[in-house]
């Protein structure tokens, strides 16, 4: 576990918010937040709480009394929910069993040079790159979608991550220390795999978006890295926490 990260400012709040404190002192959004993780907890007891691996899916670890969670902490700053290399993501969806035309859409997408390897000699904008490989695109999303592509890609992207780390965030939590809007991994699986998504046109699995995290069409050194990092967004992930919560005891 990290120690107070002046890099990650916002669940450094949270920390300090609750570290130490006891329920019944925390403010109420705080005291919601925590009885929505420890259901059992008793108003005397003592929260507390960590900073997680900057490089782990949950952001703090929370423990009450003998019981301890770990949260993904998000808010509307940012729609990012993930990042790796693109030839990371290629090597885990081939041992999913993704075709290899998939593969090589991905890759033809993600670069936007007419090449899989990104060194070709004229860089597309991302609509250029939607129009030249529409068909192929809609093609890797139907196969993407699947349930089972689609289930373990969740996983990857919002609570395990793409490295071997030793733990996963059990819940998401939108908001800050003045609201929190928290549901489980479960409620999210839940919700992801009744919908439909075929209406989104560009890449995607489910409500998330894949791009690389620069098209750096202007060769700038740099930022050339970037390029090789597919960027994942999920851009209505408050609404759906809302719906999830508006579903229960439905």
Same mark, same amino acid.
């Given at each position: 576990?990290?120690?107070?990260?002046?890099?990650?400012?916002?669940?450094?709040?949270? *920390?300090?918010?609750?570290?130490?404190?006891?329920?019944?002192?925390?403010?109420?959004?705080?005291?919601? #937040?925590?009885?929505?993780? #420890?259901?059992?907890?008793?108003?005397?007891?003592?929260?507390? =709480?960590?900073?997680?691996?900057?490089?782990?899916?949950?952001?703090?670890?929370?423990?009450?009394?003998?019981?301890?969670?770990?949260?993904? %902490?998000?808010? !509307?700053?940012?729609?990012?929910?993930?990042?790796?290399?693109?030839?990371?993501?290629? /090597?885990? %969806?081939?041992?999913?069993?993704?075709?290899?035309? &998939?593969?090589?859409?991905?890759?033809?997408?993600?670069?936007?040079? !007419?090449?899989?390897?990104?060194?070709?000699?004229?860089? /597309?904008?991302?609509?250029?790159?939607?129009?030249?490989?529409?068909?192929?695109?809609?093609?890797?999303?139907?196969?993407?979608?699947?349930?089972? +592509? %689609?289930?373990? =890609? %969740?996983?990857? +992207?919002?609570?395990?991550?793409?490295?071997? *780390?030793?733990?996963?965030?059990? +819940?998401?939590?939108?908001?800050?220390?003045?609201?929190?809007?928290?549901? &489980?991994?479960?409620?999210?699986?839940?919700?992801?795999?009744?919908?439909?998504?075929?209406?989104?046109?560009?890449?995607?699995?489910?409500?998330? /978006?894949?791009?690389?995290?620069?098209?750096?069409?202007? *060769?700038?050194?740099?930022?050339?890295?970037?390029?090789?990092?597919?960027?994942?967004?999920?851009?209505?992930?408050?609404?759906?926490?809302?719906?999830?919560?508006? *579903?229960?005891?439905?």
């Amino acid at each position: 576990m990290e120690e107070n990260n002046t890099n990650r400012p916002q669940d450094n709040e949270v *920390r300090i918010a609750l570290d130490g404190k006891r329920v019944q002192d925390l403010s109420p959004a705080l005291q919601d #937040f925590v009885e929505s993780l #420890f259901p059992k907890a008793k108003q005397s007891d003592v929260v507390k =709480c960590e900073l997680c691996d900057r490089y782990e899916k949950p952001d703090i670890r929370i423990v009450v009394g003998d019981e301890m969670h770990f949260v993904s %902490l998000k808010s !509307g700053r940012s729609k990012s929910i993930h990042y790796e290399s693109i030839r990371n993501l290629i /090597l885990f %969806l081939r041992s999913l069993g993704v075709s290899e035309a &998939t593969q090589k859409t991905l890759l033809l997408f993600h670069y936007g040079d !007419g090449t899989m390897t990104g060194k070709g000699e004229t860089r /597309l904008s991302r609509d250029d790159v939607m129009e030249k490989y529409k068909d192929r695109i809609a093609l890797a999303m139907k196969e993407l979608n699947k349930a089972k +592509f %689609l289930r373990a =890609c %969740l996983k990857r +992207f919002v609570f395990s991550g793409s490295e071997l *780390r030793a733990h996963s965030a059990e +819940f998401i939590s939108f908001g800050d220390i003045t609201t929190f809007l928290t549901v &489980t991994k479960d409620e999210v699986f839940d919700f992801v795999m009744r919908q439909n998504y075929d209406y989104i046109r560009s890449a995607h699995i489910g409500p998330m /978006l894949l791009s690389p995290w620069q098209r750096n069409l202007d *060769r700038k050194e740099d930022i050339e890295w970037k390029r090789e990092i597919v960027h994942v967004t999920w851009p209505y992930l408050l609404t759906d926490i809302q719906k999830m919560i508006k *579903r229960r005891g439905h």
